[in-house]
Every structure is written in structure tokens, then in C-alpha cells.
């Protein structure tokens, strides 16, 4: 192992019997850190998993697909791995639900951020009086 001595790193940190309502559930970590939580069943695992104010991203690990598909759909966040993780691509969008992240990275999605939408509605009823629809327009 390297000498890390000269900056601000973090060990490969495991974290076991973590509990929903410890910190270290509640508040994202951005490191080499893995929480252990036990769960009853997919019913217990999808409310663990939804009950804090991020969602970034979720992985799920099964080999039952039809599972994998039912929870990644009940997860309130903005991407799902399922039996992968960080896996990215520049055609699909990236980004989280609740207070992770702000809009989309990648995809349609990231243009659109960069696009004002307009609506413009046209009558074609018979007796439509041309200046009234000419004044709405200015």
C-alpha cells in the first residue's frame, strides 16, 4: 500500500449493523465506505432504501430479474444497476430525485436543460376575428 500520509484519504471503511436512523444512512458518502443494513423482504428493503432526502442512484443484486425490475421501478432515485454498478453512458441521461443532484447529465435530457419551450396556440374555428388573434400575438 502507498504512503497516503501527505493528504486528507480515507481507508476502505465497511460500516456493519448500520441502522436507518444512524447518519452514516441518512447522508451521502462519497468514498471508499460501504453501510451494511439487514432487511425483512424487497417490501423492507425498497422503504429502507427510499427513506432518505437523496436519491442519486441505487444498485440491486438478484438473480431474479422480475424482482430486480419491481424494486429498481419502486426506488426513488435517478438511476438503477441492476447486478452492475457504474456502468454510464453518454446516450442516457444521469442525474438524482429528491435533494441529489439538479437536473440531467448526458442524453436528450442534458440538452434540454439548455432549451426554452414555447407553446403557440393556433384557432382554426370559422369566424375567428383575425385582429383579436393578431393582438394576443405581441
Same mark, same amino acid.
Given at each position: 500500500?502507498?504512503?497516503? $500520509? &501527505?493528504?486528507?484519504?480515507?481507508?476502505?471503511?465497511?460500516?456493519?449493523?448500520?441502522? $436507518?436512523?444512524?447518519?452514516?444512512?441518512?447522508?451521502?458518502?462519497?468514498?471508499?465506505?460501504?453501510?451494511?443494513?439487514?432487511?425483512?423482504?424487497? +417490501?423492507?428493503?425498497?422503504?429502507?432504501? !427510499?427513506?432518505?432526502? /437523496?436519491?442519486? +442512484?441505487?444498485?440491486?443484486?438478484?438473480?431474479?430479474?422480475?424482482? +430486480?425490475?419491481?424494486?429498481?421501478?419502486?426506488?426513488?432515485?435517478?438511476?438503477?444497476?441492476?447486478?452492475? /454498478?457504474?456502468?454510464?453512458?453518454? !446516450?442516457?441521461?444521469? &442525474?438524482?430525485?429528491?435533494?441529489? &443532484?439538479?437536473?440531467?447529465? !448526458?442524453?436528450?435530457?442534458?440538452?434540454?436543460?439548455?432549451?426554452?419551450?414555447?407553446?403557440?396556440?393556433?384557432?382554426?374555428?370559422? &369566424?375567428?376575428?383575425?385582429?383579436?388573434? $393578431?393582438?394576443?400575438?405581441?
Amino acid at each position: 500500500m502507498r504512503d497516503l $500520509s &501527505g493528504g486528507q484519504f480515507v481507508q476502505p471503511t465497511v460500516f456493519i449493523d448500520v441502522k $436507518s436512523d444512524m447518519r452514516i444512512a441518512q447522508e451521502e458518502v462519497f468514498g471508499p465506505v460501504l453501510s451494511v443494513m439487514g432487511f425483512d423482504d424487497e +417490501a423492507d428493503a425498497v422503504r429502507i432504501a !427510499n427513506d432518505v432526502i /437523496y436519491g442519486l +442512484a441505487a444498485g440491486v443484486w438478484t438473480a431474479d430479474i422480475s424482482k +430486480a425490475l419491481r424494486v429498481s421501478k419502486a426506488l426513488r432515485v435517478g438511476t438503477v444497476w441492476i447486478n452492475a /454498478y457504474r456502468a454510464m453512458s453518454f !446516450n442516457l441521461p444521469f &442525474g438524482g430525485m429528491k435533494q441529489s &443532484g439538479i437536473g440531467r447529465e !448526458n442524453g436528450i435530457e442534458a440538452v434540454r436543460e439548455f432549451l426554452e419551450t414555447k407553446s403557440v396556440w393556433v384557432s382554426t374555428k370559422a &369566424g375567428t376575428p383575425a385582429k383579436k388573434v $393578431s393582438a394576443n400575438m405581441q
